[in-house]
């Protein structure tokens, strides 16, 4: 069956620091992989995509992901952390078909330090 | 472009009262979903409309809720008689079916069932 796995429930990083969340995967076909942001009483906000191609995804906000098949992982990094990118991460794998259904981690709830 | 909006944004009800959401997507887009999203969980597909058909609806429990979406534009997610468990945030999408997986979705609305 299809799943995805966020290991750390919670980060907290300081501003300015590097950082980087981890997503695995569990699906048979090549994976559509997703990381979304959500703010306190917002939406899901799409970060990036991977679908084919180059394994090394840019997304939005200075963030990107690398694919890595190998290990099933497609975690999420930034550089340098701003106070402003507190909020909660989600990684999804699309499951592909005619519904696009995408099946969500737990998340990782992004704590920022000054 | 407008977002999707959805109503209310907050609910609290006692169980066993019912209680009805309201979507409205992206003008054009002829995909619209709802997920649940449980405090500490990732959003879980409920249903899934392409146009006013269904499209999956496999995880959604039929014995007390209900969905439609007349015309193909408007949703309404209905639950009757709610349970405290179904306390969470309802979170409606949709999507252009040209492009895939491409979502937008809406600020949820949170139910408590108290």
């Known amino acids: 069956a299809q799943s995805v796995t966020q290991p750390d429930i919670h980060i907290t990083v300081s501003e300015g620091a590097s950082l980087e969340l981890r997503c695995n995967y569990s699906?048979?076909?090549?994976?559509?992989l997703f990381w979304y942001v959500q703010s306190p009483g917002q939406g899901l906000q799409l970060l990036l995509k991977y679908f084919s191609g180059d394994t090394l995804v840019q997304g939005i906000k200075g963030f990107e992901a690398e694919f890595k098949r190998s290990q099933s992982s497609f975690n999420l990094r930034k550089p340098s952390v701003h106070w402003s990118d507190a909020a909660e991460y989600f990684c999804a794998v699309g499951v592909g078909g005619a519904t696009n259904k995408l099946i969500f981690g737990t998340g990782t709830l992004l704590a920022v330090q000054p | 472009e407008a977002g999707v909006a959805q109503s209310p944004r907050y609910k609290i009800i006692e169980k066993r009262q019912s209680v009805a959401f309201w979507c409205n997507p992206i003008?054009?887009?002829?995909?619209l979903y709802w997920y649940q999203q449980i405090l500490g969980q990732g959003p879980k597909l409920l249903i899934q409309f392409q146009n006013n058909g269904v499209v999956d609806d496999s995880q959604l429990p039929k014995d007390r809720f209900s969905a439609e979406r007349l015309k193909g534009v408007d949703s309404t997610l209905k639950i009757q008689p709610a349970k405290l468990e179904d306390s969470a945030v309802y979170l409606c999408?949709?999507?252009?079916?040209?492009?895939?997986?491409?979502?937008?979705f809406g600020s949820g609305t949170r139910l408590t069932v108290v």
């Open positions: 999408a949709s999507s252009h079916p040209q492009v895939g997986y491409g979502y937008t």
């Open positions: 003008s054009g887009h002829a995909t």
């Open positions: 699906y048979g076909a090549t994976p559509y």
